[in-house]
C-alpha cells in the first residue's frame, strides 16, 4: 500500500497563517533582524577592541562558515518535517519533547530581549537625533522607544507581506549606505594602502580569538526564521533553502567586507588606537571622513530607522514562536487564532506587544543606565543563541540518523551538524567563561544573568516532564511533529 503524499497530510483544524512572501522579501526581512547599520556603526567597532583586532573579517568569515554548516542541516530538517516551529520544532523532533520545550521557551525569551533592546537602542538613536541635528530639547529616551513600540504593535498585528515591505525599504537604505562607504574607502585607498593584514595568520590568532568568534557568530542572529515564516511564503520548498543560503552568505560578505575596509580606513594599526578610545565613534567618524557630512548625518537617521527594523523582525519572530507554542496547546489557545482577512498571528502579535512594553517600563524604572542597556541584553541573546545553535546542530544530526532509511542523502547534513555542534560547544564553554565581557555584567549579576537563561529552559524541561504525567495530550503535540502542512 503506498504512502500518502506528504502535501496532504495537513490536519485542517491546525491554526495556519498566510501570506505571499517570495525570497526577496523573506531575505529582507530575516537579514534587517541583523540591522547592518547597528553592526557596522556598534558592533564591529567593539568586535575589533575585544576580539581578534585586525583579524576580526576573518572571525566574521569563520562565523559564516559555522552558521552555513548549521544551515545545511536546517534546510534538510526544512524538507523532512516542514513545520513552521523553528528551533522549538526540531530540537523537539531530534532530541525530545522535554529539551525541546525548554528550546521553545528560550527562542521566545531570546527575540522578546533582542525587542527590549532595539527599542531602548531607538529611542537613543532617536534622542540624539533631536538634539544633535535639530538641536531641540533633550527628550528621555524612553518616550521615543514607545512611539516606536506603538508602529511595531500596529504592523505586527497586519499581514506579514506589508511588514516584508517596510523591512525591505529600511534594510535597502542601509545596504545603499554601507555600499557607499565600502566603495569610498575601496576608491581611496584607505589611509595607507589597501593592507591585507586582517587575514595574515599572526593576527587571525591575536587578541581573543574565542570573544571574536561569538561576535561572529552572533552577526548572524535570526538567519532561522526563513523557517519560521514557512505558512507565510510561497513555495516554501523552494523558498526557504534559498532565502536561507542568501541571507547567511550576504552577511558574511557584507560584514567581513565592511570589517577589512574599516580597519583599512584607519590603517591596520590606528585602528586599534580609534577603537579602544571611543568604539561607539569610531565607525561614524569613518563614515564622515570617507563619505561625507550627509552620509555621516545620514548615518545616525539610519542608526534609528535600523534599530526600527530590527525589532520589527524581531516582534514577528518572537510573535511566530509564541504563536506555534500556543498552537500546541502550552500557551493559552487564544494566542494561536489566525486573523481572518490578514491571515495573521494577531493575538499573538498584540501579547508580545504588551509583553515589550512591561519589558521596556521595567527598564525605565530599574533606572538602568541608557548607554547600557542594548550591549547587557545583546549579550544575553548572543549567549542564548548559541546555545540554541549547539542543541539544533545535534538535534538534527539525531533525526536524520534515526531516520536515515527516509527518502533523501543525509551524508553531508550529518557530517556538517556534527562538526558544528563540536565546534559549538567549544564555543559555549568559552562564551560561559567570558560572559561577564560579552554583557557587561560583572559579579553577582553575571551569575544572575546566567542562572537566569538556563532557568528558563529548565522550566520548559520541567513544564514538559509534568505535562507528560499529567497531561499527555498535550504532550503530544509538544514540537507537532506529525504535522506537515501543505505546500500551496
Known amino acids: 500500500m503506498s504512502s500518502p503524499d506528504l502535501s496532504t497530510r495537513a490536519t485542517q483544524s491546525e491554526p495556519r497563517l498566510g501570506g505571499r512572501m517570495g525570497v526577496i522579501s523573506l531575505v529582507f526581512t530575516v537579514m534587517a533582524f541583523s540591522a547592518p547599520a547597528v553592526a557596522f556603526l556598534g558592533f564591529i567597532p567593539v568586535a575589533v577592541a575585544l576580539g581578534n583586532g585586525v583579524g576580526t573579517p576573518v572571525a566574521f568569515l569563520t562565523g559564516g562558515i559555522v552558521v552555513a554548516l548549521v544551515a545545511v542541516g536546517l534546510t534538510t530538517m526544512a524538507r523532512r518535517l516542514p513545520n513552521p516551529g523553528g528551533f522549538y520544532a526540531f530540537i523537539s523532533a531530534g532530541l525530545g519533547k522535554i529539551v525541546g520545550l525548554g528550546a521553545g521557551f528560550a527562542a521566545i525569551i531570546i527575540y522578546y530581549v533582542a525587542c527590549i533592546s532595539t527599542y531602548a537602542l531607538g529611542g537613543i538613536a532617536a534622542r540624539s537625533i533631536i538634539t544633535g541635528i535639530f538641536h531641540g530639547p533633550s527628550i528621555p529616551w524612553w518616550v521615543f522607544a514607545v512611539a516606536l513600540w506603538a508602529i511595531v504593535a500596529v504592523l505586527g498585528y497586519l499581514k506579514i507581506d506589508f511588514s516584508a515591505r517596510v523591512l525591505t525599504v529600511f534594510l535597502g537604505l542601509e545596504l545603499l549606505l554601507m555600499i557607499a562607504y565600502d566603495v569610498s574607502v575601496l576608491v581611496r585607498g584607505g589611509a595607507d594602502g ?39 511564503v510561497r513555495n516554501p520548498t523552494r523558498t526557504i533553502p534559498r532565502a536561507t543560503y542568501t541571507v547567511v552568505a550576504l552577511l558574511a560578505l557584507m560584514y567581513a567586507t565592511t570589517a577589512w575596509l574599516f580597519i583599512n580606513s584607519y590603517g591596520p594599526v590606528a585602528v586599534m588606537t580609534a577603537v579602544t578610545a571611543d568604539p561607539t565613534a569610531a565607525a561614524a567618524s569613518s563614515i564622515q571622513q570617507y563619505t561625507g557630512q550627509f552620509a555621516y548625518t545620514a548615518s545616525t537617521v539610519l542608526l534609528l530607522t535600523s534599530a526600527f527594523a530590527s525589532t520589527l523582525a524581531a516582534h514577528s519572530i518572537a510573535t511566530r514562536y509564541a504563536f506555534n507554542l500556543s498552537a500546541d496547546k502550552i500557551l493559552h489557545h487564544s494566542l494561536s487564532r489566525v486573523h481572518n482577512t490578514h491571515l495573521s498571528p494577531h493575538r499573538a502579535s498584540l501579547a508580545m506587544s504588551g509583553a ?112 507528560r504525567r499529567k497531561r499527555p495530550e498535550v504532550y503530544a503535540r509538544i514540537g507537532r511533529d506529525d504535522l506537515v502542512p501543505s505546500e500551496g
Open 194 to 232: 589597501l593592507s591585507l593584514d586582517s587575514f595574515h595568520p599572526s593576527n587571525i590568532l591575536s587578541g581573543s580569538v574565542a570573544i571574536a568568534f561569538m561576535f561572529g557568530v552572533g552577526l548572524y542572529g535570526g538567519f532561522e526564521a526563513t523557517v519560521i515564516f514557512r505558512d507565510e
Open 356 to 467: 515589550t512594553l512591561v519589558g521596556l517600563v521595567l527598564v525605565v524604572l530599574a533606572q538602568v543606565p541608557d548607554s547600557i542597556v542594548y550591549g547587557r541584553l545583546s549579550g544575553i541573546y548572543t549567549y542564548t543563541m548559541l546555545l540554541l545553535l549547539a542543541l539544533v546542530a545535534l538535534a538534527i544530526l539525531v533525526y536524520l540518523v534515526r531516520n536515515r532509511n527516509a527518502p533523501g542523502a543525509i551524508a553531508k547534513p550529518v557530517v556538517a551538524c556534527g562538526v558544528v555542534f563540536v565546534i559549538l560547544c567549544v564555543a559555549l564553554y568559552l562564551a560561559t567563561a567570558n560572559f561577564e565581557v560579552i554583557t557587561g555584567a560583572t559579579g553577582i549579576l553575571s551569575v544572575i544573568l546566567l542562572l537566569l537563561i538556563y532557568g528558563i529552559v529548565a522550566t520548559g524541561m520541567v513544564m514538559a516532564s509534568i505535562y
